[in-house]
């Protein structure tokens, strides 16, 4: 049955009340952006898939939404969710998918995809939720850069402080994390002066 408008109303009004209804039914709509605000489990999940599919947090994530806003917005309404197994596995799900995102960032595309390790992410998932005080100790090479990173992207929006015992170590640090798109530095040593604190 044909829908049919209230008298006097514009066409275009039945349309739009027609594409809200479609949207709040159907949940993200990733051809247009649309970022629910009150998403379902079942939304976050989606959108936390695509995520951990991204090379490098640099572009678009396929709702057309830039990667950094989305995670801001993955966050916000996963650190809302009351305590639950459900809240926590999303949690993980989440962290997973951005450390993924950050891992390989330069993996060329169609190389095989690098998965970050269970310890890394449950550190991960440990300081940036405030599941308690976290001491990750592990060997060189085991990637304990990735789990500084991925803290440093999630809460974009803090300030994170790295202590770094050698000063050849805080540079690549500083390398690293200059290359993600929107992050402001602050690299100290022994010879900073003070006129220019500010990394571009």
Known sequence: MEEQNAPGAPAQDLSEATTTRAMVRSGPNLATGHLPDKPTSDDLQRLISGLGRLNGLAGLHGSGVLARDLIRYLFKHIQDR???????????????????????????????????????????????????????????????????????????????????????????????????????????????????????
Do not use: M
């Open 82 to 200: 009351p305590s639950s197994d459900h809240t926590f596995l999303l949690q993980y799900n989440f962290t997973l998918a951005v450390a993924r995102a950050v891992l390989n960032r330069n993996t060329p595309i169609g190389s095989e995809r690098l998965q970050p390790r269970v310890g890394q992410v449950q550190s991960i998932q440990r300081v940036v939720f405030r599941h308690g005080d976290t001491i990750l100790v592990a060997w060189t090479g085991y990637g304990k850069t990735i789990v500084l990173q991925t803290v440093s992207i999630v809460l974009q929006d803090q300030v994170i402080i790295q202590l770094c015992p050698l000063k050849r170590l805080g540079q690549d640090q500083v390398d690293s994390i200059a290359q993600i798109p929107g992050a402001r530095l602050l690299f100290i040593d022994g010879e900073t002066n003070n006129k220019k604190l500010w990394l571009p």
